[in-house]
C-alpha cells in the first residue's frame, strides 16, 4: 500500500482518507516521505488494538500539511466508528486486513456504513494470492452492492527483495506471492 499510494500520490492529493487495521501505520508512511506534493488532506489512521494506536500516536511522523488523527476502531463494534457519518471520507485504505480469523464481515459492514454517508467513496484494499478468505471478503463486498476492479501489483516498483534468496532469508515465501490492489465502488443509484 505504501509503494501504491507513493506511485499515485496524485489521486490522493486533497483527499481524506481512512485507513484501518493500521497496524504500525507503514502503510500511510509514503505521505510522509519527500516530496511532500500532492498531499492528500487528512489521513485518520485506525485499529481496533489501544497497544497499536499508542505506537501510532508516538511514532508517526509529524507533518504540518496533513492533518493526522488516530482513532481506536474496531469493526465489531459500531459505537466505536457510528461519528464517521459526520465526516468526509474520500477513501478507505487497508492492507493486510483479510485474514483468517479476522472479522472481515464486519469490516464489510463498517465500509459499507461509512459508504452511507459518502457515495463517492473508494475502498482499496490489498490482498496477496492464496489468502484463505479473500473471496468470501469479495462476495460479502458485492453483496453489499460494491463494484470491484482488481489490479496486479508487478514490477520493480513492488518488489521487496532483489532476489529469492534475499527472500527465503528474511521471509520466507514472500516473493512467491502475487498482490493485488482491489478498488471497491459502489455505481450511482
Ligand atoms: C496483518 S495486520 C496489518 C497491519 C497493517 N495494515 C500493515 O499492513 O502492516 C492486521 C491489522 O488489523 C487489525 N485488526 C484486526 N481486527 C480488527 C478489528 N476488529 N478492528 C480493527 N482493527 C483490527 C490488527 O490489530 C492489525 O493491526
Known sequence: MARYTYLNRERFAGK???????????????FFKE?????????????????????????TPKQE???????????????TYEHLK????????????????????DLAQMIDFVHKNNPQLEV???LPSERPNGAEFIQTMK???????KTELTGLN?????????????YPGLTQLVFYMYSYKKPAP
Not at 482518507?17 to 504500525?24: E, H, N, P, Q, R
Not at 516530496?35 to 511514532?59: A, G, K, Q, V
Not at 513492488?158 to 528474511?170: T, W, Y
Open 16 to 30: 481524506r482518507i481512512l485507513d484501518v487495521g493500521s497496524g504500525t501505520g507503514v502503510s500511510m508512511l509514503s
Open 35 to 59: 516530496p511532500l506534493t500532492n498531499l492528500p488532506e487528512h489521513i485518520t489512521m485506525s485499529d481496533y488494538s489501544d497497544d497499536l494506536c499508542d505506537f501510532l500516536r508516538n511514532n
Open 65 to 79: 500539511s496533513i492533518g493526522v488523527d488516530i482513532q481506536r476502531i474496531d469493526w465489531t463494534q459500531k459505537d
Open 86 to 105: 459526520n465526516q468526509r471520507i474520500d477513501f478507505i485504505t487497508g492492507t493486510d486486513v483479510v485474514y483468517k480469523g479476522c472479522p472481515y464481515n
Open 124 to 126: 482499496l484494499i490489498m
Open 143 to 149: 453483496d453489499l452492492g460494491f463494484e470491484f476492479s
Open 158 to 170: 513492488f518488489q521487496a527483495f532483489k532476489s529469492d534468496k534475499e527472500s527465503k532469508n528474511m
